[in-house]
């Protein structure tokens, strides 16, 4: 259920909207990722001569229901820092979008 | 003294390490489900080997959050013995219970061979049977025991005598070649500041009967049962 009523920033308005999320981790730049490297000596081998800096990530999607992109945003936070990610080796990055689809 | 082994949906090692403790060492041991949220009267904890939760998403990142660890974090905190071995160490890391990371092997092949570690520091609860540097003769089986972190906790690990435990050559020389999954300073194992939290890669439970054709692994649970029994005289 998406709630359009009530102005921007007003605090009654606490109707949850829908919200996709698109969640990509990825080793941190210094930590030797042994699946990149991999890939990309395959991707040489195949002729792809240029590629460079392959770096094999994770893809994560999942909806929730929050008021507003910012607490939307604040959840998945953390849910990165907490469970998605591992802040040792990994970080991370997320686009909030608006709707189920 | 009584052992806890704690098995999650997934872990694979747990009847090894059951065996070595009732029928080697001929101690009481009782398996613990991850459902459970009391480790009240062990003495000591292994977290097994195998593939919690199939290794969904990281290696152990899902099983730290099962209701057990509460317990087991509860047990480390009172300063009581636990140890992870492979699976059970990377539950340690993604705990927090120890520093680090794994990595996907260097190789990015499963590594399923015999290893020679060499212990760095004998005065600990899980290696005071052990000379300081003796060689042990213990296997792996993983394919993500490839250590890594910062070099300021790399530094700190060195420094206080935590790496227990380093991958070398059969005469104990820790080369690369003796790497078997490209771990930085080929670590194969370490302890909490405390040092009552060990998380080792290879499997001692395997390698604990002659019938088996490799007995160094007894030692680690040998050191465990004298630091509980109060005979272990150098340990901390």
């Known amino acids: 259920m998406t709630s359009d009523v009530g102005p921007e920033g007003d605090p009654s308005m606490t109707a949850a909207r829908s919200w996709k999320v698109r969640v990509y981790v990825t080793l941190k730049q210094g930590v030797l990722d042994p699946q990149g490297r991999a890939v990309e000596n395959a991707l040489r081998v195949l002729g792809f001569t240029e590629a460079a800096d392959v770096r094999v990530g994770k893809y994560i999607e999942l909806g929730l229901k929050a008021p507003d992109r910012e607490a939307a945003a604040g959840r998945v936070a953390e849910m990165c820092r907490r469970l998605l990610a591992n802040p040792v080796i990994e970080q991370y990055r997320y686009d909030v979008i608006e709707g189920d689809a | 003294?009584?052992?806890?082994?704690?098995?999650?949906?997934?872990?694979?090692?747990?009847?090894?390490?059951?065996?070595?403790?009732?029928?080697?060492?001929?101690?009481?041991?009782?398996?613990?489900?991850?459902?459970?949220?009391?480790?009240?009267?062990?003495?000591?904890?292994?977290?097994?080997?195998?593939?919690?939760?199939g290794d969904y998403l990281r290696t152990g990142a899902i099983a730290r959050f099962s209701p057990v660890m509460g317990a087991v974090e509860a047990f480390a905190a009172a300063g009581r013995p636990v140890i992870g071995i492979c699976n059970g160490f990377q539950i340690l890391l993604e705990a927090g219970l120890l520093p680090g990371a794994m990595r996907r092997n260097e190789s990015l092949k499963f590594r399923c061979h015999e290893t020679f570690l060499?212990?760095?520091?004998?005065?600990?609860?899980?290696?005071?049977?052990?000379?300081?540097?003796?060689?042990?003769?213990?296997?792996i089986k993983h394919g993500e025991g490839n250590y890594h972190a910062d070099q300021a906790t790399l530094d700190e690990l060195e420094r206080a005598g935590r790496v227990v435990l380093r991958y070398v050559t059969p005469d104990g020389s820790p080369t690369p070649g003796a790497n078997p999954n490209g771990s930085l300073n080929n670590i194969a194992g370490i302890i909490n500041e405390r040092g009552n939290v060990l998380g080792m890669m290879p499997h001692p439970e395997v390698a604990a009967e002659r019938l088996l054709g490799m007995e160094d692994g007894r030692l680690i649970f040998e050191s465990i049962v004298a630091h509980v029994e109060g005979r272990a005289s150098d340990d901390r």
């Open chain 2, 1 to 53: 003294m009584r052992w806890a082994v704690v098995v999650f949906p997934g872990t694979n090692c747990e009847l090894d390490c059951h065996h070595v403790i009732a029928d080697v060492l001929r101690q009481p041991v009782e398996y613990v489900w991850h459902k459970d949220t009391r480790l009240d009267g062990f003495d000591a904890v292994i977290l097994p080997g195998g593939f919690s939760y």
């Open chain 2, 118 to 139: 060499r212990v760095e520091n004998a005065a600990t609860p899980f290696t005071n049977r052990c000379r300081p540097g003796q060689v042990l003769r213990i296997p």
